[in-house]
């Protein structure tokens, strides 16, 4: 299937100078345009930007981003490289879901306290 650059910023909630952004940066591959110039995605464009935006939302970097794309690029002979990177932003998302988790704790605690004293 194909899709607009409208299309496809709608979806991931970015805008246009973003996506054309990630594709100079070289995090995704040459896009194709149509007969009137305009960019046309497909879904492998989707599926590599699904990657893009989950890794963009864990924190990571574009240089971090393009290092990983790099290592894609490249074949199976990079396949620890880019395990390895994952299982990094893994521990890094651990850590930050258990700081998320001690700052739940805190407001449920407060929320509890609130409740019984507007009882």
């Known amino acids: ?23 100079k940066e070289r995090l995704l591959p040459p896009i194709k ?3 009137s110039n305009q960019r046309v995605y497909n879904d492998d464009d989707l599926k590599w930007l699904d ?21 894609c690029k490249q074949g199976d002979k990079t396949l620890d490289q880019r395990y390895e990177i994952l299982k990094k932003q893994k ?6 879901q258990q700081e998320l988790n001690k700052h739940m704790e805190m407001i449920n605690y407060k929320i509890d306290f609130y409740e019984n004293k507007l009882k």
């Open 33 to 35: 345009k149509n007969t």
């Open 51 to 71: 990657m893009i935006m989950c890794m963009r939302n864990t924190g990571m970097t574009i240089a971090y981003i393009r290092n990983y794309i790099d290592l």
């Open 1 to 23: 299937m194909e899709y607009t650059i409208n299309q496809v910023c709608k979806k991931y909630n970015l805008n246009a100078s973003t996506l054309r952004y990630y594709e």
């Open 91 to 96: 521990e890094i998302l651990l850590l930050q």
